[in-house]
């Protein structure tokens, strides 16, 4: 079965850095797009930033420049490098990935659980 496993949030104070991971476990035959949301309280999840398998990346407007998005195809893993990390960053963030477990089957989005980033002083 496969599943998603986000790590790498916790506490930092504005202006720091953290580097969020996620790791597919169990087979796959392919994964496309891959991505990193997130959701504040009394908000919408939203879209962080995304990445082809090819590398193109896309980020929403407000984390332009301070974060990075990267993966490694043949480890089924990828990362969000947060820098300058600001009090409006605080949210759970979460990887989807869109997957396509076996050779015939259908490419399907999977998610995460969800890991905890807190932007205070």
């Known amino acids: 079965q496969v599943e998603l496993v986000e790590s790498g949030g916790g506490l930092v104070q504005p202006g720091g850095s953290l580097t969020l991971s996620c790791a597919t476990s169990g087979r796959v035959s392919l994964i496309n797009d891959m991505g990193w949301y997130r959701q504040a309280p009394g908000s919408q999840r939203e879209l962080v930033a995304s990445i082809t398998r090819g590398g193109r990346t896309k980020y929403t407007a407000s984390v332009e420049g301070r974060f990075t998005i990267t993966r490694h195809n043949a480890e089924n893993t990828v990362w969000l490098q947060m820098n300058a990390l600001k009090p409006e960053d605080t949210a759970v963030y979460y990887c989807?990935?869109?997957?396509?477990?076996?050779?015939?089957?259908?490419?399907?989005?999977?998610w995460g659980k969800g890991t905890q980033v807190t932007v205070s002083s």
């Open positions: 989807k990935a869109a997957i396509r477990p076996t050779f015939y089957g259908e490419l399907s989005d999977f």
